[in-house]
């Protein structure tokens, strides 16, 4: 019911939005033809529901047209931001032009903010496509000497699917091939959706055998996708899938929460009562919240994701809040470590303008 309501106020808002942008557009580029404003009325009508649509397209068939209908619809959604933002900017001078009695050709201002918003919104598909290595350093309390310079590799919020598939994790694979290292930790959203090849997506991980292992946890869209899916397009990958598990890491505790499923109420004071408080842990779990819980039970390094940091400029100031300044980064307090991935893939738009993808490389001291 929850993702219902969701979905129906969103539409609602994209369906503003381009009203807006009608009314908008009609006044500074001065469209009164009765052809004209039709025209542009059909054509921002289709936009307005087209990611809606596409979506639902996806998960009735999936083939290369869809995807090619998903791919632009999801790349409008991100443009509009931009589109509504500036025209927004448009209205303001123009009322700031007319309280200064000075003359300026609006229409032409309001041109350059729409060529402004799609230069931005490309710049934004290019960064989204290249993962950025990033480098940080976690010293852990009573860590064992075997640890010290270890490396782990961190990727998190892929979103195998529709939009990321096999090609985009071929690259990211070998980036972490480069990297060589000890182990590769996955904390959630690996897939963002039901596709046509779940396994073939997933199966360049099949060329990694980091010496301590991969692990994984489950996110928010596998939940969506479905947990036994989820574990099928895994079965032939080498890793290990940590369903509030924990391993020992040759002296170290490496505990694996899974995101909780729709309507359960997990109890995370509970699965944190297997770490041994005495001896050096590491949490996986897919959102950088009840961090005061982690801090409680002594953990010393938990990994997130899931924020994006926004994504798209300026939703990061909104995760800022919603999650406290954790939505993205290293936070240390004490003996205890949170590194919030910003992620690796995109949800929704292929486009990241808020910040660089990222593949982590953490070493241990």
Do not use: C
Not at 104 to 131: D, E, F, Q
Not at 141 to 161: C, F, M, Y
Not at 219 to 232: D, R
């Amino acid at each position: 019911m929850g993702i219902v309501i969701f979905i129906t106020i969103a539409q609602l808002i994209i369906i503003l939005a381009h009203t807006f942008l009608y009314y908008s557009w009609a006044h500074f580029f001065h469209l009164s033809n009765p052809a004209q404003l039709r025209t542009l009325g059909i054509i921002l009508g289709i936009l307005s529901i087209s990611f809606l649509s596409a979506s639902l397209l996806v998960f009735w068939r999936d083939n290369i047209i869809i995807k090619v209908v998903y791919y632009l619809a999801a790349i409008w959604l991100g443009l509009l931001l931009y589109l509504f933002l500036t025209t927004l900017i448009a209205w303001i001078i123009e009322g700031a032009v007319r309280l200064s009695g000075t003359n300026l050709n609006i229409g032409i201002v309001a041109g350059i903010l729409v060529a402004a918003s799609i230069l931005y919104s490309v710049y934004g598909l290019w960064n989204a496509s290249n993962p950025r290595t990033r480098h940080i350093t976690v010293a852990i309390k009573n860590l064992p000497p075997s640890w010290k310079g270890r490396t782990a590799v961190q990727i998190s919020d892929v979103h195998l699917g529709t939009i990321w598939g096999r090609r985009f994790m071929e690259r990211i694979i070998g980036k972490i091939a480069e990297i060589k290292p000890d182990m590769l930790f996955i904390t959630g959203d690996l897939f963002d959706g039901e596709g046509d090849d779940m396994a073939g997506e997933i199966a360049p991980l099949k060329s990694l055998s980091p010496p301590l292992g991969t692990y994984f946890i489950t996110g928010n869209h596998e939940t969506y996708l479905g947990i036994a899916k989820t574990v099928k397009a895994l079965s032939d990958i080498p890793l290990t899938f940590l369903d509030d598990q924990m391993v020992d890491l040759d002296g170290v505790q490496l505990l694996g929460i899974s995101y909780p499923l729709a309507g359960e109420h997990k109890n995370l004071d509970s699965t944190l009562q297997v770490l041994d408080p005495e001896k050096p842990s590491i949490v996986l779990f897919h959102s950088p919240v009840h961090i005061e819980l982690f801090k409680r039970h002594r953990v010393n390094l938990q990994l997130a994701g899931h924020t994006h940091q926004g994504q798209i400029w300026p939703l990061n100031y909104i995760t800022d809040k919603v999650y406290n300044g954790y939505d993205r980064g290293l936070h240390l307090d004490g003996d205890y470590n949170l590194y919030t991935s910003v992620g690796t893939g995109t949800w929704g738009p292929p486009m990241r303008t808020g910040n660089h993808p990222e593949i982590v490389v953490i070493t241990f001291k």
